[in-house]
């Protein structure tokens, strides 16, 4: 089993602009990916809201955070992850390549577009039912297709469809799209654009390949029927945990809470992109989320292994926590310092308020404290709030 400082799952633009940041702070990265790297991205013909480029395709902007990331001299394996198991801080991601244990992980895996459910949608996927745009669309050229969904991806991968389809149902459960106004005044006025509100898909059917759909108003609970010769399903999106499920703690529907520094409820593992519980899931915010998590797990590898260095693997040491915001605390760890200059004794300083996870992993509550370790545990301790009292227990 290999050890790295830290690895990312999911090579999809949280996942790769965490290996840029990670590489750039002086880490050991590693990537593991079992698709194509890039992630969803892959699958959309238009990107026109990645800041400084008016227009890419996403296997365009996806390639170029691969070759960035490799640039940085990031490593990638191509494996799928079965599992994480984490026991007594030790964190250890389990592929179908072997163990893999790290000093810190980010969950960049994404989410996967949600599946309609009607009869007939599993039989007739890849025979009719697509749910990537890019990748099928030319398959239908000149024909009639019908599009599922209402927010920003079914409406603007119906407008793109337009390039081949002759014509294009977009099929809603609503009276109004939630997608944003622009991608909207764009499915409107397209003439090759037709929406059916109020309606959702009870069959998809056919012979070898599918022939129709079976509708029904939701309003009147009229049922029809629409040929067509393809449908894309665009319904909504799952988060990839099914490796992770039950080891952090997770909002409605999977999606991995973390706080602002993309940490979740286990130290060490961390989460960006699309796999989050978050309000909005772009691109750019997965980039954003990426650069956030690479330098939070930057901060706490360097906390660790300070941590090990200083305090836990000297055979005897002592040491001062205090918080560098309080003027008084910090100006007795420079006394104390000084005091303990001239002795036998060498005490380290350890600002508790920067390093507030290495101090609630040592049980320490309060602040100022003089603690003194032996072989990595805690002999003793003692609140100080003078320099007689840090001398008297130096002594």
């Known amino acids: 089993m290999g050890k790295r400082e830290l690895v990312i799952i999911g090579a999809g633009p949280a996942g790769l602009t965490a290996a840029i940041y990670g590489k750039r702070s002086g880490l050991d990265v590693l990537v593991l990916e079992k698709g194509i790297p890039g992630g969803q991205i892959n699958s959309t013909g238009e990107i026109e809201n990645w800041t400084g480029v008016l227009h890419a395709s996403g296997a365009e902007l996806a390639d170029s955070f691969r070759v960035h990331a490799e640039h940085f001299k990031a490593e990638f394996l191509e494996t799928e992850v079965s599992k994480i198991t984490v026991d007594g801080g030790r964190k250890v991601i389990h592929t179908d390549k072997g163990e893999i244990e790290a000093e810190a992980v980010i969950i960049a895996t994404g989410a996967s577009f949600r599946r309609l459910g009607a009869p007939g949608e599993k039989e007739f996927t890849g025979r009719g039912v697509s749910y990537c745009a890019v990748c099928d669309g030319p398959f239908f050229e000149d024909q009639e297709i019908a599009v599922i969904g209402g927010g920003n991806t079914a409406v603007e991968e119906a407008v793109y469809l337009t390039q081949f389809a002759s014509k294009v149902y977009i099929i809603h459960r609503r009276d109004s799209f939630r997608a944003d106004r622009m991608a909207t005044e764009r499915a409107l006025t397209n003439p090759r654009i037709e929406v059916l509100w109020n309606s959702v898909v009870e069959e998809i059917a056919g012979e070898d390949m ?61 989460a960006a992109g699309d796999v989050r519980d978050k309000y909005l899931r772009q691109v750019i915010t997965a980039a954003g989320d990426g650069a956030t998590a690479a330098m939070a797990a930057s901060s706490y590898i360097s906390e660790q292994l300070h941590l090990q260095g200083v305090l836990l693997e000297p055979e005897q040491v002592t040491a001062y926590f205090f918080s560098s915001i309080d003027e008084a605390q910090a100006r007795l760890a420079t006394k104390i310092e000084e005091s303990a200059g001239g002795g036998t004794k060498k005490v380290v300083l350890l600002d508790g308020y920067k390093n507030k996870r290495m101090v609630e992993k040592l049980g320490i509550t309060n602040l100022p404290v003089i603690v003194e370790f032996r072989k990595g545990r805690i002999q003793r301790s003692k609140q100080v709030g003078s320099l007689e009292e840090a001398v008297e227990f130096l002594s």
Do not use: C, H
């Open 210 to 270: 599918l022939e129709k759909l079976v509708l029904k108003n939701v309003r009147t609970g009229e049922i029809s029927e629409l040929p067509v010769s393809g449908v894309f399903v665009f319904t909504g999106m799952d988060p990839n945990i099914s490796f992770m499920e039950g080891l952090v703690e997770s909002a409605k529907g999977g999606w991995v809470l973390t706080n602002e520094r993309m940490e979740t409820s286990v130290e060490g593992v961390f």
